[in-house]
């Protein structure tokens, strides 16, 4: 049996476990699920995962595992993009449970409500580009002093966080001026071969 992963191709979630498989050579099998058309909260997707969401893995044993950073830190488990050292492992995770409750909230739901409902500027929150910009901010403030997240190899944290701020300007934050994301963001890619 094959690692499955059931996800969305527009989510930076789902991304980001197809990217982990792929960086450490790990065949997969992927079923698109798309999430307009409320196919998660559908019976045959339900029995799945009782959450409803993508991304979902089915592990090559039959057993199943969803949220992203609990898919991509099972996959890495004992791989590169995992730091050895026990400071640097935490760092990598405070980054990780960051990008779930500071950053993804904000840059990931302006892109839904812009891309993929069709608002314009005005009808999209503003407290979400607020705290959209400020996660910019800290992004930006951490990447010019050091060329990945958790000090200079790519750890998962960069995979994580790469997802969804590759295409921040899709919900309206303009990269243009956050120079050290955009250095980033272009080294984690090459680092992850990702094609546009």
Same mark, same amino acid.
């Given at each position: ?20 498989? !792929?960086?450490?050579?790990?065949? %997969? ?57 026990? %400071? ?10 960051? !990008?779930? %409750?500071?950053? !993804?909230? %904000? ?18 929150? $503003? ?40 295409? $921040? ?21 090459? $680092?992850?071969?990702? $094609?546009?």
């Amino acid at each position: 049996m094959t690692l499955h992963i059931y996800g969305d191709s527009r989510s930076g979630n789902c991304l980001k476990v197809k990217w982990t498989a !792929e960086k450490l050579g790990m065949p %997969y099998d992927w079923t698109e699920v798309d999430i307009l058309q409320g196919t998660t909260r559908q019976g045959d997707f339900l029995r799945l995962n009782p959450a409803g969401q993508v991304p979902t893995a089915v592990l090559d044993d039959g057993r199943v595992l969803a949220q992203s950073n609990a898919i991509i830190l099972h996959l890495a488990d004992g791989s590169n993009l995992i730091p050895k050292d026990a %400071y640097d492992r935490a760092k990598m995770f405070e980054w990780l449970f960051w !990008e779930q %409750y500071s950053h !993804e909230p %904000y840059i990931a739901v302006a892109r839904f409500h812009r891309l993929l409902l069709g608002k314009g500027p005005d009808e999209v929150e $503003a407290r979400i580009m607020q705290r959209g910009e400020a996660a910019l901010e800290r992004l930006e403030l951490q990447l010019q002093a050091t060329p990945f997240l958790v000090k200079d190899a790519l750890t998962l944290a960069d995979v994580a966080l790469v997802a969804y701020t590759r295409v $921040a300007d899709e919900g309206g934050f303009d990269l243009g001026n956050y120079p050290a994301i955009q250095a980033w963001v272009a080294r984690v890619e090459a $680092a992850l071969r990702i $094609a546009d």
